[in-house]
């Protein structure tokens, strides 16, 4: 009888942490703040930035990532890649951005998902009035000062992007890049670039201390650059752990949107 009670408080505590991992965090949201250590004030620029939607049908979900995103009250949107999912029903994708570019101009690159379908979401993009920056830099006003955003997908492709000399005029300098695996064999974006922001791991999505780093490296897919925020020379990154899942569940990976403000900068000559 006593083996028979723990067994079957086995299988309940199992189907608790399914009940988790399948629909409670996957469903949760938080919002994570960055803090550069400078002053803000009412001229700052307020950025919201998320990337990995992977989106397959409209759902609750997305109303609450709108939402939230929204009650930040952003001057622009940067999206880091990865709309799609194995499945991604076109119109509900269509809708998210559509309500989404309601909100703020959004600013997007491509994740590794898209290169299923990259000209279809160029004129996706382009329809709905989203700017894509695929390897390539662009400039935006905002406040009285100019941002330079270089957008990449991975480091297989940094050699290859255009109008980096547009940095050299701007007020902030950031890399929306998709994957930063091996980011660090190109030290020199350290000092290029004052923050980069990139997604692809989920953090970890099923993330473990030790376990999941160990995993990683087992597998051959580790990298310096997990999940959270670093400090590269004077260089800040910042990994995101996404919004959506690649395959059903999350631990200790909770999605997230990050928030940040840009203050007026005074560059030594």
């Known amino acids: 009888m006593r083996r028979l009670k723990w067994f079957l408080f086995f299988i309940f505590l199992l189907m608790l942490v399914g009940v988790y991992v399948l629909w409670i965090e996957p469903s949760s949201l938080k919002t994570t703040v960055l803090d550069f250590g400078q002053a803000v004030s009412d001229?700052?620029?307020k950025i919201v930035y998320f990337a990995d939607l992977h989106l397959s049908r409209w759902g609750a979900f997305q109303e609450k990532l709108l939402k939230t995103?929204?009650?930040q009250h952003p001057d622009c949107i940067f999206f880091g890649g990865d709309a799609l999912a194995k499945k991604t029903n076109v119109s509900d994708l269509e809708r998210f951005f559509f309500e989404l570019a309601k909100i703020a101009p959004v600013y997007a690159i491509f994740g590794n998902w898209e290169?299923?379908?990259p000209i279809h979401m160029i004129q996706r993009y382009r329809n709905l009035g989203i700017t894509l920056i695929?390897?390539?830099?662009?400039?935006i006003f905002v406040r009285g000062m100019t941002i330079g955003i270089t957008g990449i997908q991975s480091h297989y492709f940094i050699r290859q992007v255009k109008h980096m000399e547009l940095l050299d005029e701007t007020d902030w300098q950031i890399l929306l890049i998709h994957a930063p695996n091996r980011l660090e064999q190109y030290p020199e974006f350290y000092t290029r670039f004052d923050l980069v922001l990139a997604g692809h791991t989920h953090g970890g999505q099923f993330y473990i201390p030790y376990l999941t780093q160990a995993a990683l490296k087992i597998?051959?897919?580790?990298s310096l650059w997990l999940r959270g925020?670093?400090?590269?020379q004077e260089t800040t990154v910042y990994v995101t752990n996404g919004v959506g899942q690649w395959f059903p569940g999350r631990l200790f990976s909770t999605p997230e949107i990050v928030s940040f403000s840009l203050p007026?900068?005074?560059r030594d000559d």
Do not use: H, L, W
């Open 43 to 45: 001229n700052s620029i």
């Open 264 to 266: 007026k900068v005074t």
């Open 229 to 232: 925020q670093y400090r590269a």
């Open 69 to 71: 995103i929204a009650g």
């Open 219 to 222: 597998s051959g897919n580790d």
């Open 115 to 117: 290169d299923e379908a």
């Open 134 to 139: 695929d390897k390539d830099t662009q400039t």
